[in-house]
């Protein structure tokens, strides 16, 4: 098989275990606690990262990316994986999650507002629109009173979905800004290090402890979440090395969708009719947010459209 087509189903695999993992998460929290549970989880992945990917070498990377890299990094991982932990219930980590699925809508608005792409705003401006009631939609759980829904769904647990939000926010502030910054060079596993340094030093100084005792159920389910997100990791960053990016980039806006099966399979929770809804206009709106950069790219360079035509 060639190496792209090779690639890109490591990306393909990637996306899938991502919306499946994070689930697993959730229940981690549940049997350790928010923060105690994250710190296992990252300091699982980065000793699966180090030997799927090997020891960091520090001296490598430039020393601009380490810095803001891993403060971004960190922070969006902490944001991440405490919201899902400080959620309510279990329905109501499915609907952070799908707040963190914003991501894709700011990494183009990002890229929009830095320059380092142009847009159609004819097609950017429905697809932020349609994006931001989807989730409107997923939160709400109620078609027929949207706003009222809405408030209240949010104001049960602004801590969760502020998280969410903010995470989305980092993300796409470190999407943008990795790519200028780090050279060719992946720090990933130093950077789960640091968060897992980062939850345990909470942990230590909170003095949370643990909710219960380790189970085989509980830790077999731990091992799983974090050599899931682990893996997830280091097939994606295989699959941009080498795989086909414009295929990467639309497999990943569906990753809202995959996460809202997983939940039902994995959580054994029933999701409403406003949450499928809501996870179809965020999927749609983020598709046309990064199409719109498309379109805008193919009308300033129709050389690259004959290229993009051809793969």
């Excluded at 060639?2 to 990637?14: E, K, L, N, V």
């Excluded at 109620?142 to 980092?170: C, E, H, Q, R, Y």
């Excluded at 709106?285 to 290229?307: D, F, Y």
Aim: proline share 3%; aromatic share 14%; hydrophobic share 55%.
């Amino acid at each position: 098989m060639p190496s792209q087509y090779r690639s890109t189903i490591y990306g393909a695999i990637a996306v899938l275990i991502w919306s499946a993992v994070l689930h697993l998460v959730r229940i981690v929290s549940e049997d350790f606690g928010p923060i105690g549970g994250a710190a296992l989880v990252y300091t699982y992945s980065a000793i699966f990262l180090i030997a799927f990917l090997g020891l960091p070498k520090i001296k490598l990377f430039p020393k601009k990316y380490l810095f803001i890299g891993g403060v971004l990094f960190v922070a969006y991982e902490l944001c991440l994986s405490l919201s899902l932990g400080f959620a309510n219930s279990r329905e109501q980590s499915a609907q952070v999650l799908i707040v963190n699925y914003l991501w894709p809508v700011f990494t183009v608005l990002g890229a929009i507002l830095s320059k380092q792409n142009r847009a159609q705003l004819g097609v950017l401006i429905p697809g932020c629109i349609l994006a931001f009631i989807g989730v409107c939609l997923v939160v709400s759980d109620d078609l027929t009173s949207l706003v009222t829904s809405f408030l209240l769904s949010i104001k049960s647990n602004p801590l969760s979905f502020l998280l969410a939000f903010s995470g989305a926010i980092i993300w796409a502030f470190y999407c943008n800004l990795t790519k200028s910054i780090a050279d060719g060079k992946n720090a990933i596993a130093f950077f789960f290090f640091l968060t897992a340094l980062t939850l345990w030093g909470k942990w230590y100084f909170l003095d949370v402890g643990f909710n219960h005792n380790f189970t085989f159920l509980s830790v077999f389910v731990l091992v799983l979440a974090g050599g899931g997100m682990a893996l997830g990791y280091g097939l994606w960053n295989k699959a941009i090395i080498n795989g086909n990016m414009i295929i990467l980039a639309a497999m990943s806006y569906f990753t809202p969708v995959f996460s809202g099966i997983f939940g039902t399979l994995i959580l054994n929770i029933k999701l409403t009719q406003s949450f499928w809804v809501g996870v179809t206009a965020v999927t749609i709106g983020s598709l046309l947010c990064w199409q719109s950069t498309r379109i805008a790219k193919h009308q300033t360079n129709p050389v690259q459209t004959v290229l993009d035509n051809t793969e």
